[in-house]
Structure formats: C-alpha cells, structure tokens
C-alpha cells in the first residue's frame, strides 16, 4: 500500500506539520495502526478508508501519534484532504467520520483547504501550581480546553516570552490530559499573523508539536474575543513553524491551510 508524508499549514516543503497518511480499504488492527505511527515517528498518522454512499460521511478517519490514538487531529486532516484530492481519490468537500464527530474539509480556489472543526470550550481555571516553573515563564491565565483537545491554554505575557520557551517537558505532563498551549498577542500584526502559539504534548509522546489544528480551536475564540474579530491568523512559532487561518462560527471554528506532499513510498508490512 502507499504512505505519504505531507506537510500541513504551509506551503512549502519541510516547513508546518509532517503527518503519515494512509488511504485503506477497511482499518486494520489498531496495534498494526499503531505500530505504522510509531515507526512514522511525526505527530499523527492518518488511517483513512472509503465509506459506503449515501451515508452522513465520506471516508472514515482515524489519528495516531506514536504512543496513543487521539480523538482529534487539525493538521492530519489536512493532510489527508490533500491526498484524497491530489490522487483523485475524491473531489469537492470530503467529509470524514472521527472520533469527534463528522468534520468537513473544502477545497478552495487558492488551493488551500477549510476544515470545520468543533470549537473548543473554555472554562477558566486557576494557574496550576508548577505550571511556570515547567514552562520557564509566568502565565497571566489559564483555561481547560475541553475533552476533545485535552490541554490548558496558558496566555503569556508577550510573543517574545512565547518564542523563548525552554519547557520541562517531563514536568508538563502533570498539567492536562495531552498538554499545554502558550500563546500570546502578535508584536506586529503587520508581519501576518495577529497572534502567536506553540504546543507542547509530552503525554502523547510528541515534546512540541509543529502546527496544531486542534489547539487552534481554542485559540480561535480565545483571540477572537480578545481581538474583536471573528477571523484571525495565527504563527505556531515551532522551529518549522506554519500558519492557521481561523474563522469563529460559534460552535464551530473553521482551520484554513495549505499542503505539500514530500514523500511517496509503500508500506511493504
């Protein structure tokens, strides 16, 4: 069977997010599912098989770091878009059946793709005590992200603190079920993005994440309210680093993006 290795939120080769994907004819074994992710070694890998028509989604759609299975993953199912269409394998919006539900990806005329994603709901919560000691900086708030992403949002003092974290990952791991968001206002929203991120996930085996769809679904109506603006774009600022698009709908967020396949190869187990 092919695997590809596509970078997601950029469109420029090894820049955004890596992701292994797989289109399949039904899912295999999840230990095999498993086994594939972790000798990917990226953030995600993206297992993908037809449905039947006719039915409320397109394709079925499954994510797996190389420790665990998560529930939701922005930049995989980029990737996985872009494969679908750029092989011909399927045309206009795909719609896929997930752990959270049937989330939708459009192509558009630029060549990017939206996916609308859940927003993420945010319950402010006390600092967690350690929290700035295993960041290396002190947050100004903190907000649960809700069960589908799974991390605390922490808001830091400037973009410049952001980019100059030096975490304890070990540390962090105490803090939320997958890990911890920093984020802080843009210095200068004319340089293209009105706000800045990096994701850090060390109890899913992935120390920083390079661009993360799902965080930005609690990045979106944390900066939307903030900002005043219901459509923003944001700098996950990893040392790959890439750009999300956000569109807030309410309840829904929408993560534009482009792709790059870099690889081609097959699986030959």
Do not use: Y
């Not at 459009?106 to 859940?118: I, Q």
């Not at 960041?135 to 952001?162: I, M, Q, R, S, Y």
């Not at 899913?204 to 994440?209: A, H, R, S, W, Y």
């Amino acid at each position: 069977m092919r695997i590809r290795i596509v970078d997601a939120f950029t469109d420029r080769p090894f820049s955004g997010n890596p992701a292994g994907v797989l289109l399949l004819d039904a899912f295999p074994g999840d230990a095999w599912m498993q086994n594939v992710a972790r000798e990917v070694n990226h953030a995600e890998t993206a297992f993908a098989h037809r449905l039947p028509e006719s039915g409320e989604a397109d394709w079925a759609l499954r994510w797996f770091t190389p420790a665990t299975e998560v529930a939701m993953c922005g930049h995989a199912t980029l990737a996985t878009a872009h494969v679908l269409h750029t092989t011909g394998a399927h045309k206009g919006p795909v719609r896929f059946a997930t752990l959270s539900g049937v989330l939708v990806a459009t192509p558009d005329e630029d060549g990017t793709f939206t996916l609308d994603f859940p927003t993420a709901p945010l319950t402010p919560v006390d600092i967690p005590d350690g929290v700035a000691q295993a960041l290396g900086a002190e947050p100004l708030t903190a907000f649960d992200t809700g069960p589908n992403v799974g991390d605390l949002l922490v808001e830091l003092a400037d973009e410049k603190t952001v980019l100059g974290l030096t975490p304890d990952h070990k540390a962090l791991m105490r803090h939320s079920a997958r890990g911890i968001i920093a984020t802080a206002r843009a210095e200068d929203p004319t340089r293209g993005h009105d706000f800045v991120s990096r994701c850090f996930f060390p109890n899913v085996g992935i120390d920083e994440d390079p661009v993360t769809g799902s965080a930005h679904t609690a990045l979106a109506p944390f900066w939307s309210e903030r900002l005043g603006r219901p459509r923003l774009t944001g700098l996950q600022a990893s040392p790959r680093s890439g750009l999300v698009r956000t569109a807030l709908h309410g309840d829904r967020t929408h993560l534009t993006g482009s792709a790059v396949t870099t690889i081609e190869g097959e699986l030959l187990v």
